[in-house]
């Protein structure tokens, strides 16, 4: 059973950019994982930012943006604001007996 | 406007049971799939179960196999979670949240509800 990891936390500046990662124990990150980003503020429920590697839903910032990076699957913050202060986690697919697998999330600290 | 809203949570003795559920509202509940992901206090998310748009096919997480069973009546536009032999880490917010398209692969998750609580404990 694989195992998502992600960086525990991470602080940024007001205005700049960081990258969140997201590794899976089985190897490489591909596209064929679908990897899905995912923002959850205090108290509320998740929201989906980011699906299949790249791709956005209407309500996504233009300022977030997924890729895949070295071998795992990236979320990108360019331009970051207050609000953007949250947890976020990364789901990869797994076409098997436990298919969808949560990454233990990343707090981005915005300061 | 879309709406997910899940209801049944409570306190509940170890051992116990409880049925969850997710009135779906906006959209055609009976052409989507549908999720069940949960999240632990001060923990983070973990998909528990996930049923096809019309019932035929289901997935659940080891953690909870053999314990918990996801159903829905379309004609109610509802989801439902059965919990059985309810343990304390069972205890966390139970979200339900739509699956949008059809690859049997990719988890395709896009509105999610507020949750629910269920608590475990004697």
């Known amino acids: 059973q694989a195992v998502v990891t992600q960086e525990p936390s991470l602080t940024v500046s007001p205005g700049g950019t960081v990258t969140l990662t997201c590794g899976s124990s089985s190897g490489a990150v591909t596209s064929g994982h679908y990897p899905y980003w995912f923002q959850q503020k205090p108290g509320q429920a998740p929201r989906t930012l980011i699906f299949?590697?790249?791709y956005k839903h209407s309500w996504t910032p233009a300022r977030f943006s997924g890729s895949l990076l070295g071998g795992k699957a990236a979320l990108t913050l360019s331009g970051a604001q207050p609000e953007d202060e949250a947890e976020y986690y990364c789901?990869?697919?797994?076409?098997?007996?436990?298919?969808?697998?949560f990454g233990g999330g990343t707090k981005l600290t915005v300061l | 406007q879309l709406q997910l809203v899940e209801s049944g949570g409570g306190v509940v003795q170890p051992g116990g049971s409880l049925r969850l559920s997710c009135a779906a509202s906006g959209f055609t509940f009976s052409n989507c799939g549908m999720h069940w992901v949960r999240q632990a206090p001060g923990k983070g998310l973990e998909w528990v179960a996930f049923?096809?748009?019309?019932?035929?096919?289901?997935s659940y997480a080891d953690s909870v196999k053999g314990r918990f069973t996801i159903s829905r009546d379309n004609s109610k536009n509802t989801l439902y979670l059965q919990i059985n032999s309810l343990r304390a880490e069972d205890t966390a917010v139970y979200y339900c949240a739509k699956k949008w398209g059809s690859n049997p692969v990719a988890a395709q998750v896009d509105h999610w509800g507020r949750g629910t609580l269920v608590t475990v404990s004697s």
């Open positions: 789901l990869l697919s797994y076409n098997g007996a436990r298919p969808w697998v």
């Open positions: 049923i096809h748009s019309d019932g035929s096919d289901k």
């Open positions: 299949d590697t790249t």
